[in-house]
């Protein structure tokens, strides 16, 4: 069970992503998380710089889409600020989204990453779909209750992975 919690690669955030390594490796499509990896938790804006950089995705021919736990009219108004599609209400790490997800995009689970900030919802559920899973560090401490409490789990297996050299 815990090796379906350890990501295929890190990034500090998704400005260290770059679309042409990522289609190096046989990606074609990238699901996005929403919460504290794509904006601040709970934010209905979004910054230029974010705009920007899914602009240079979409350009390099990435497929893109958000899966989110988040309720609907946020999820929506930001992927429509985006120009992407998205599932809101997702349920994560239940596979059903991460399916949605593909057939919107038209990819397959051996080229398609998921790229989220935690590993019990956004790893769990990619890695559950042999996605290619990129952990990323949450943009704010500012998250829902739970999530705060399932951070100090998250933790301790990230540390038991950083142990083994699964982990930088």
């Known amino acids: ?12 955030s ?9 289609q190096e490796q046989g990606i074609r499509g990238v699901i996005f998380d929403l919460d504290n990896t794509l904006v601040e938790w709970g934010a209905d804006t979004i910054g230029q710089d974010l705009a920007t950089l899914i602009e240079n995705f979409k350009a390099s021919g990435l497929k893109l889409c958000i899966v989110s736990n988040a309720l609907s009219a946020r999820v929506e108004a930001i992927s429509a600020a985006l120009g992407i599609p998205a599932i809101p209400q997702a349920t994560k790490p239940s596979k059903i989204p ?21 590993l019990f919802t956004d790893i769990l559920g990619g890695n559950r779909m042999d996605l290619y899973t990129i952990w990323t560090l949450p943009i704010s401490e500012t998250e829902f209750v739970s999530t705060k409490a399932v951070r100090h789990l998250e933790k301790l297996v990230a540390r038991r992975f950083r142990k083994r050299g699964l982990l930088a």
């Open 1 to 12: 069970m815990l090796e379906k919690l350890c990501p295929c690669g890190q990034a500090d």
């Open 98 to 118: 991460f399916r949605r997800a593909l057939k919107i995009m038209g990819t397959s689970p051996e080229e398609t990453a998921v790229v989220g900030d935690q």
């Open 14 to 22: 998704i400005f260290a992503l770059d679309p042409r390594v990522l």
